[in-house]
């Protein structure tokens, strides 16, 4: 009785794995295709296979860049400066941030997360004009660090609130046997929280690093040199006023992807951990 009644649910569930996987994977197949064709082709004849113009040419010319630019290689350089910043600094504030919040009396609490949420829904767009007058002036335009400080401000306020819904489920028996054994709070955040919440923590970090792998707004404002761009600013100099490298463009996009996935693939398994734990989408 069991198993017929399983078996449709299983079918229908097995379905649609599958077809959430096609819809995930396609796309990125077909920016695949497109990196090895011409832009002619492109445009003329997006999907086919036989009988285009194939250009493998457009990984080397991605690479090096259009004249005048930085090259791939700086901006993979410059992104992955920015990310590891910001990334960092992130997850040290918010994690410390959410922990002490959470044991704070519900009055706080309630106080501290309408505010994080005023500031998750303030438009980027809002922000730009006193980020700009800010970083220059203190001359720190084109700088990559001052990029990633200003991703610090716009990634922590999530990052506070998924840490905090985690650190809220905390065992308190652990907090307690800490105490017992003459560790304060300070102290029972490092040497008990912290190593039991890489599973969330890692989770965050994917998060924050996919927002700030393909950021545009902020980078196409604050990174005004040519060698000083991200990856995805620095795409869009293929993009003329007259012409573009479409070819180019996919194949940029395709590099960028890479690293993206192979990071997912390694720590996928913390991931899936660290959002079942802390109750990132409650």
Known sequence: MSRTTRSPLSIVGHGWAILWTLISVLPFIFIVLLAFKSTTAIYTDPIGLVGVDWKPQNFVDAWNGPPGGGGFGFYLINTVVV????????????????YFLSLASARVRRIGVVILLVTTITPVVLLLIPYYQAVNLLGLLSNPPA???IYVALVLPNTVLILQSFYLGFPPELREAAALDGLGPLRTFFTVVSPLSRGPLVAVAMLNGFNIWGETQVAIVMLVQAQSRTVPIGLFAFQGEFQSNTGAIFAGLTIATVPVLIAYLIFNRQ?????????VFR
């Open 83 to 98: 990310a590891a910043i910001a990334i960092t600094l992130s997850l040290v504030l918010g994690s410390f941030t959410a």
């Open 147 to 149: 990029l990633a400080i």
């Open 271 to 279: 991931v899936t951990k660290g959002i079942a734990l802390g109750g």
